[in-house]
């Protein structure tokens, strides 16, 4: 089971955030990988399915009560179910597991007001929707605004967290966590799709 990554999704979840990541996994630039590193996985409160924000619609591949102890990555793809707080709460536990077992925790958006709320992020150089929000979310729980750092994405001891617009700087900073490909590949990975195929290939010709 370590060589799952699993995608925590709530009800009206961002499905754009876990796009770039889950393909770089999954597929390489030319197709689907015979043999790919790591599989994604879906974990969500039940296995029902789960609808995006968008209206898209996920059988779970676990529930909250199926899944795994031993697994690669646990991340947290942002959206609105982080407002339930009867929902989201379930997933504290979850975290608190993979944080004191040294696995990676990816949080994106909401996702990581979620970890400020719950005092994960104390300790650690982090990011987020801002920090106003995370302040707001976190509440007395949250004293770490010293260690907040305004990028789209911050990787700091096995916890990558983004703003919701940080989705590839995310994908990024945890493929590199992951080892999914060499540095210069990663990198590669995040300069095609950040700069776009034109210009790529405008800079491939001009070598």
């Not at 590669?188 to 001009?206: A, E, I, R, S």
Request: aromatic fraction near 10%; proline fraction near 3%; charged fraction near 20%.
């Amino acid at each position: 089971m370590k060589n799952e990554v699993l995608y925590l999704l709530l009800n009206n979840y961002a499905d754009h955030e876990a796009v770039f990541l889950s393909s770089a996994i999954a597929c390489d630039e030319r197709c689907i990988k015979e043999n790919p590193k790591y599989t994604n996985k879906v974990v969500a409160p039940t296995l029902d399915a789960v609808r995006s924000c968008s209206g898209f619609r996920t059988l779970p591949d676990y529930s909250f009560d199926t899944m795994p102890d031993d697994y690669a990555a646990l991340v947290l793809i942002g959206g609105f179910g982080w407002l339930d707080e009867q929902e989201a709460d379930k997933v504290v536990p979850i975290v608190r597991h993979a944080i004191e077992k040294e696995i990676i925790v990816g949080a994106i958006c909401n996702a990581a007001s979620f970890l400020a709320k719950h005092g994960f992020l104390n300790g650690i150089k982090h990011t987020g929707n801002g920090l106003e929000q995370l302040q707001l979310w976190g509440g007395s729980n949250y004293t770490n605004a010293a260690n907040y750092i305004n990028e789209q994405a911050v990787s700091d001891h096995c916890i990558v967290t983004a703003n919701g617009t940080g989705y590839l700087e995310f994908a990024k900073e945890l493929l590199l966590l992951l080892e999914n490909d060499t540095p210069e590949q990663i990198d590669m990975f995040y300069c095609f799709n950040k700069l776009g195929f034109v210009v790529m290939m405008k800079k491939m010709q001009q070598k």
